[in-house]
C-alpha cells in the first residue's frame, strides 16, 4: 500500500478527508498533486470515478499566485472548493512542496490566499465579503415546499454568496434542521429558478466549551451528482458572512478574533466542522473570512 505521506508521481491521485469532526467524518477530496498532462475531459471523468469533488494542481497563469487549482463534481467543474482547497494545500505542505508561510492560489472565481497555521498544523484559506439578497415569498414558498416544511412555515431565507451563490434557510432549532427530508428530484429546478447553486439550511447552535458560537448546517446542492454534501466550506462562509453581518455572531477584532464553527454532516452520520474566523483589514475593518478545519489521509474515495 502506497504511503500517503509520500509525494505522488505526476497524474498520481491521492485522497484527504477534510473538515473533520468526529470519527467518519469529514469531506472526502480526490486531488492531483500534479495535473499538467490531464485533460479537463480526464478532470470530469477522475470525479464522477470517485463521487466526490476533486482538485488538480496545474502551473498559475497569473504572476501573483503560486498554483492554479481546477476542480470538478460528478456533474461538471466548479469555480472554487472550500475543502477541496483546504485540503490539497494541506496535502502540499506535507509533501514538502509548500514551505512558506502564505501562498496565494489561483482559481476560476479569482485568487484566494493561503495561511499556514504551524501551531494547529491547519491551513486557513480567504473568502470575500458576502453578498446576501433577501428571496421573496413565493420564492421562499417554493423552497418551503422542496424542503417539506410544514405548511405555513415560511423561515427566513437570504441567498448570500462569496463565491458561489446558496441559499440559506434558518431552522428554528437543530432537530428541526436534522429531520428534513427535502425532495431531491425538485432540488436542480428549484434551484435555478432563485439563481443559486444549493440550499443551506442551519440553526443556531449551543456555543462551544470557549463560548464560541457553533451553527449548525446541511447543504443541498443544486447538480452535484448527490443529494447532500458532508462539509461545505464556500457554503459555511456566506454563511459566516450573513450572521456576522446582521448581529447574530460576535466576530471579535484583529487582536482576539471569535472562530465560529459550522457543524455539517452530522444528519448523513459524516461529522463535519469548518472554522470560520473574519479576516480584519489594516484599519482593523471586517474583509471577508477565512476558512479552516482538521485534515487528515483519506481513502473512501
Not at 163 to 170: C, E, F, G, I, P
Not at 210 to 219: K, L, S
Request: aromatic share 6%; with cysteine; hydrophobic share 45%.
Amino acid at each position: 500500500m502506497t504511503n500517503p505521506a509520500v509525494a505522488p508521481a505526476a497524474g498520481e491521485l491521492r485522497t484527504v478527508d477534510v473538515f473533520l469532526g468526529g470519527p467518519g467524518g469529514g469531506n472526502p477530496v480526490p486531488l492531483v498533486a500534479d495535473a499538467a498532462a490531464l485533460s479537463s475531459q480526464d478532470m470530469q471523468a477522475i470525479a464522477h470515478a470517485t463521487g466526490h469533488e476533486s482538485a488538480f494542481v496545474l502551473a498559475p497563469a497569473s504572476a501573483d499566485a503560486d498554483w492554479r487549482l481546477r476542480f470538478f463534481v460528478p456533474q461538471h467543474e466548479m469555480e472554487m472548493c472550500g475543502h477541496a482547497t483546504v485540503g490539497t494545500l494541506w496535502a502540499l505542505r506535507q509533501w514538502g512542496r509548500w514551505r512558506t508561510r502564505t501562498a496565494r492560489v489561483e482559481t476560476l472565481s479569482g485568487l484566494v490566499d493561503i495561511e499556514w497555521d504551524a501551531a494547529a498544523e491547519r491551513v486557513w484559506i480567504s473568502q470575500p465579503a458576502v453578498r446576501t439578497e433577501p428571496l421573496p415569498d413565493e420564492a421562499r414558498r417554493r423552497i418551503a415546499r422542496v424542503l417539506g416544511l410544514p405548511d405555513g412555515s415560511l423561515p427566513e431565507m437570504t441567498n448570500a454568496c462569496t463565491s458561489r451563490v446558496k441559499t440559506l434557510v434558518r431552522m428554528p432549532d437543530v432537530a428541526a434542521l436534522d429531520a428534513l427530508q427535502p425532495d431531491f428530484a425538485a432540488m436542480e429546478a428549484l434551484c435555478a429558478s432563485i439563481d443559486s447553486t444549493g440550499l443551506y439550511p442551519y440553526a443556531l447552535a449551543d456555543s462551544s466549551a470557549t463560548g464560541e458560537p457553533v451553527v449548525a448546517a446541511r447543504q443541498f446542492p443544486k447538480s452535484s451528482g448527490y443529494p447532500e454534501d458532508a462539509a461545505t466550506g464556500i457554503a459555511a462562509a456566506a454563511l459566516w458572512g450573513h450572521l456576522a453581518g446582521t448581529g447574530a455572531i460576535a466576530v471579535g477584532s484583529a487582536q482576539a478574533p471569535v472562530v465560529c464553527t459550522v457543524r455539517q454532516g452530522d444528519a448523513m452520520g459524516r461529522p463535519s466542522a469548518i472554522e470560520v474566523r473574519a479576516r480584519f483589514a489594516a484599519d482593523g475593518a471586517s474583509a471577508g473570512c477565512w476558512l479552516s478545519g482538521r485534515v487528515a489521509w483519506g481513502g473512501r474515495a
